[in-house]
């Protein structure tokens, strides 16, 4: 079936570090890919996304490139700021019989410290 | 838009007593979705409707709980009779076609129960 893997957290970084969060997937077809935020408190909401290969999605200085050839998903930010704190969530649809569902990875919690 | 609303934020309830979740979803979206949150699962998707409709129940951990969605504006998820391991955050969502074609998923502020 389908699934994201996500790298173990959590995460502690410096302001202004660079950050990168590794994701993969398993799917049948081509998915389209998301990445979601959390931040303390609050419900998920939408970060970027990509919906075919190559593509690149952006958003408040993070980017994450869609590669079929590695089913890879990478979550990166050049310099990260103590508002990043949060927990980061990738996910994809894979369309077909899943409908309109999103799968889930496990979350990755990042601290940024001052 | 006000978003998705979800009532109550946070409830307190016995082992045995029945909690019922609210959620509005947005206007206009035909897909609400039912998760659950806890340290040790991570995010479980429980249920999904689309136009009113169950599509896919798989995720409701037993028959303890259950969900409706009587109409477009409303949902309510039930738990009878409660444990303290349904001790967890739920969140409601909703979206137009769901996560088809790059669809957002739009969350609730979720809520938070604890049953002791």
């Known amino acids: 079936g389908d699934s994201v893997t996500q790298m173990e957290g959590p995460v502690t970084l410096s302001e202004e570090a660079f950050l990168t969060i590794n994701c993969t997937y398993t799917a049948t077809g081509y998915p389209s890919l998301f990445w979601y935020v959390q931040y303390p408190g609050e419900g998920l909401q939408l970060l970027l996304k990509a919906t075919k290969a190559d593509d690149k999605g952006s958003n408040k200085g993070f980017e994450a490139t869609y590669r079929k050839e590695t089913t890879s998903f990478h979550l990166e930010k050049g310099s990260v700021q103590v508002s990043d704190s949060a927990v980061y969530f990738c996910?994809?649809?894979?369309?077909?019989?899943?409908?309109?569902?999103?799968?889930f990875g496990q979350g990755t919690i990042l601290t940024v410290h001052p | 838009d006000a978003g998705v609303i979800q009532s109550p934020r946070h409830e307190v309830t016995e082992m045995g007593q029945e909690v019922t979740l609210r959620c509005k979803p947005i206007?206009?979206?035909?897909?609400l979705f039912w998760y659950r949150q806890t340290m040790m699962r991570g995010l479980e998707l429980l249920i999904y409707f689309n136009n009113n409709v169950p599509i896919d129940d798989s995720g409701m951990p037993e028959d303890r709980f259950s969900a409706k969605m009587p109409n477009a504006s409303f949902s309510t998820l039930k738990i009878q009779p409660s444990e303290p391991r349904d001790s967890a955050v739920y969140f409601c969502a909703s979206s137009i076609q769901g996560a088809l074609s790059g669809n957002t998923i739009y969350f609730g502020e979720g809520s938070w129960l604890t049953v002791v």
């Open positions: 206007s206009g979206h035909d897909y």
């Open positions: 996910a994809l649809n894979a369309g077909g019989t899943s409908y309109g569902k999103l799968t």
